[in-house]
């Protein structure tokens, strides 16, 4: 079956930590993005990537970071720098560079900060 | 500009009846509009979605209605269904933004019986 898994489904974390949340597509698509959800607040987006080993600043990108060293992935770290990281966090893939058309999004990890 | 915004927020239909959400935006070169369903737990997905060369667009029991002069756009569900009931975000993008989406905020659709 095709599609994006994202891993791990239920994540905690201590203040101060690091955490990294996996990422992969076997759609064979080019972009792939972060969004992080918020009660009433819509999808805002983090990072995007269109090809391997570039990728762009989003709207909320402050705390976070990414990596695209292979196509089919692309995981996303929460720093401690992020001062709110608790969030529902979903990555998605689209066919291509300068294309509109359909995301097609993961089932999400929730991310909680004790 | 780059703002869409989308009400209600939240909304209460009965089985049978017809669902109406709405969404606004000011950059006028937008030239996609979608709509994403999501349903608890999950991540949202394609529902349908519009080009402003046509003024609706249906698909079985959905129909986007878009009005360009307005700058607005809403999602017609009829004969709504409990299994309906889910958080339905509006988007829009523009050419060469390299599919970068900008959502609504969301209404959560609930549907009696």
């Known amino acids: 079956d095709g599609g994006i898994t994202q891993s791990p489904k239920y994540l905690f974390r201590k203040e101060g930590q690091n955490v990294t949340l996996s990422c992969e597509q076997n759609?064979?698509?080019?972009?792939m993005y972060w969004y992080r959800q918020d009660p009433g607040q819509g999808l805002r987006l983090i990072y995007y990537?269109?090809?391997?080993?570039?990728?762009q600043k989003g709207d909320i990108a402050e705390g976070y970071s990414v990596s695209r060293e292979k196509k089919e992935s692309f995981p996303l770290t929460v720093t401690s720098a992020q001062k709110n990281p608790t969030a529902f966090y979903l990555c998605?893939?689209?066919?291509?560079?300068?294309?509109?058309?359909?995301?097609?999004f993961g089932e999400g990890s929730r991310l909680t900060v004790l | 500009q780059q703002q869409v915004k989308q009400s209600p927020q939240s909304l209460i239909v009965q089985k049978g009846g017809i669902s109406i959400i709405n969404c606004a935006y000011e950059?006028?070169?937008?030239?996609?509009f979608p709509w994403y369903q999501q349903f608890p737990g999950k991540g949202p997905a394609l529902l349908i979605a519009?080009?402003?060369?046509?003024s609706e667009k249906k698909e079985g029991r959905f129909t986007i209605s878009f009005n360009k002069s307005a700058k607005q756009f809403s999602l017609h569900i009829m004969d709504s269904q409990p299994g309906d009931s889910a958080t339905y975000f509006c988007?829009?993008?523009?050419?060469?933004?390299?599919?970068?989406?900008?959502f609504g905020k969301g209404t959560k659709l609930s549907v009696k019986p």
């Open positions: 998605a893939s689209s066919l291509g560079t300068g294309e509109t058309g359909e995301l097609f």
């Open positions: 759609l064979n698509h080019d972009a």
């Open positions: 990537s269109q090809i391997v080993n570039d990728f």
């Open positions: 950059n006028t070169a937008f030239d996609y």
């Open positions: 519009i080009r402003p060369d046509v």
């Open positions: 988007a829009a993008s523009r050419e060469g933004s390299q599919g970068n989406l900008i």
